[in-house]
């Protein structure tokens, strides 16, 4: 089974991965069961926007609009980073 | 000789106590377990949690034994996720009712890891050595998908259940886990005495990488499989987790801080207790979790081998409980010259047909 991401798709961060600001290290981080992902400002930004509601073309859309970056461009770079996080089972596509 | 600097510790593994309905054979508690009288309390527990947050642990793991035997384990969750740990919880779910995972729902906890001893009743409650624990297992399973929390399913593999290592991961998929652990069996703690009744043969451990892969593949973005393979049947050693005292700590029942669940069985190190030394000074100062730091420990081969900062010369317990020096090459290692005696033990115990040794609670 290979993990696709439509933009029809809703994505959601799944139950027991969160998104945390590591004081110590100074850096914001995603935690998950046993894992632990460092988040740069482009992850952090594309996890901020997912709500439980927005497909993933209205959350591309935001983010193109909010960074005044080309749409392919940021969806192409949402649709790569969303497949990991699908693919380690942090992430759902709906 | 100055101290290497650490970085700080990622997780913390805390062993609340090593009360456990179950005995496994494999279990990795120390031979001489800790009665109850000898635990921290619950607030020397609570302050434990607060100094981890504080000095950069993310994930503490709620451990024993098995940490529901501690009737204070909601209250315990409570405060380690209120200091903005990430709280995981892992059990045999013995000992764990509907209503006591609701509390701890409500407590905020994360994640649930459950182990399993068999694929079925038969099996499980022969390795767990408790009968009705598989029943009750699959209940505590059903209680926990229907509440919604997170899973990992902890499978340890050995001689005895290699063969079932597909309807094993068919239960993980059944359970609702997000997570499947496939690990061999540690020789560490009770499974050093259960060596000749566990050991997997080369050609289980060959199979077993092929079933993981096939796994993989099949369940991509449904299941993450994570495989501790069988080290005595490699050729190099598992690297020790970013070297020693680099990544985790852990804290007995009673109190005692190791850099790893095995350390104690290493000679020659104190180890501190966390109500008489603040964590941190432990972390960076003591002697115990310096004694491996960085490379200046190393011997030959390690000392002049370019993998060694990959494995960090492998596992410095096994080089104690096999070449009877921890600063030793792990004798997995091909260029110890203990390995080839290492193989002929490990096939020597693949062959045999041993009883299971059962792990036994001082009385
Ligand atoms: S010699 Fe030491 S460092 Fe090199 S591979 Fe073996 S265990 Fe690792
Ligand atoms: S010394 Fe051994 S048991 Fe301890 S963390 Fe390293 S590999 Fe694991």
């Known amino acids: ?74 969806s192409e770079d949402a649709r790569t980073y969303l497949s990991g996080l699908i693919a380690r089972r942090m992430v759902e596509a709906r | 000789m100055s101290a290497p600097r650490a970085n700080p510790p990622m997780a913390m593994l805390a062993e609340l106590t090593h009360r456990c309905p ?27 949690f607060t100094q981890a947050a504080e000095m950069g642990v993310l994930h503490v793991h709620f451990s024993g034994g098995e940490p529901a035997s501690r009737r ?50 038969q099996m499980a409650d022969l390795v767990g050595g408790y009968k009705g624990g598989f029943d009750r297992k699959m209940q505590v399973a059903g209680w926990i998908g229907e509440i919604g929390f997170p899973l990992t399913l902890n499978a340890v593999m050995h001689k005895k259940n290699f063969d079932r290592l597909e309807e094993t991961i068919a239960i993980a998929l059944d359970m609702g ?15 050093a005495k259960n060596r000749a009744a566990l050991m997997p043969t080369r050609e289980q451990a060959k199979q077993a990488r092929l079933t993981v892969n096939a796994a993989r593949a099949r369940l991509a973005g449904v299941l993450v499989i994570d495989y501790v393979p069988a080290d005595h049947h490699s050729d190099y050693p598992k690297p020790c987790m970013g070297g020693w005292a680099s990544t985790g700590i852990n804290i007995a029942p009673d109190g005692s801080v190791l850099p790893c669940h095995a350390a104690h069985t290493i000679e020659g190190l104190n180890f501190d207790k966390a109500h008489e030394r603040p964590l941190k000074d432990i972390w960076y100062n003591s002697h115990a979790f310096n004694a491996f730091r960085g490379f200046d420990w190393m011997q030959e081969p390690c000392r002049s081998c370019e993998l060694k900062t990959k494995d960090f010369g492998g596992c410095r317990c096994q080089a104690m409980a096999i070449a009877g020096d921890a600063a030793a090459t792990d004798p997995v290692c091909i260029k110890s010259p203990l390995h080839a005696e290492l193989v002929r033990r490990a096939e020597a115990d693949a062959e045999d047909d041993a009883d299971l040794i059962y792990r036994l609670m001082p009385d």
């Not at chain 1, 029809?8 to 100074?26: A, E, Q």
């Not at chain 2, 179950?22 to 434990?48: F, G, I, M, Q």
């Not at chain 2, 886990?177 to 020789?187: K, P």
């Open chain 1, 1 to 74: 089974m290979s993990v696709t991401l439509q933009d029809s798709d809703c994505p959601v961060i799944l139950r027991g991965v969160r998104t945390h600001f590591d004081r110590v290290r100074n850096v914001w981080v995603l935690l998950a069961p046993e894992r632990v992902l460092k988040l740069d400002d482009i992850g952090r930004a594309i996890l901020d926007e997912i709500d439980g509601t927005r497909s993933f073309g209205e959350i591309t859309a935001i983010l193109a609009e909010k960074y005044d970056a080309p749409p392919e461009r940021i």
């Open chain 2, 22 to 48: 179950l005995s496994c054979p494999y279990c990795s508690n120390p031979l001489e377990l800790e009665r109850k009288d000898r635990e921290l309390t619950t607030d020397e527990w609570k302050d434990v």
């Open chain 2, 177 to 191: 886990a997000r997570r499947l652990e496939v690990a061999t069996v540690q020789f560490h703690g009770w499974a």
């Open chain 2, 72 to 121: 204070d384990l909601e209250e315990m969750v409570a405060h380690a996720r209120d200091a903005g740990l990430y709280t995981n919880l892992i059990t045999s779910g013995i000992g764990l009712t509907r209503r006591r995972l609701e509390a701890l729902d409500s407590c905020g906890l994360d994640h649930v890891q459950l182990s399993l001893q068999g694929v079925d009743a």
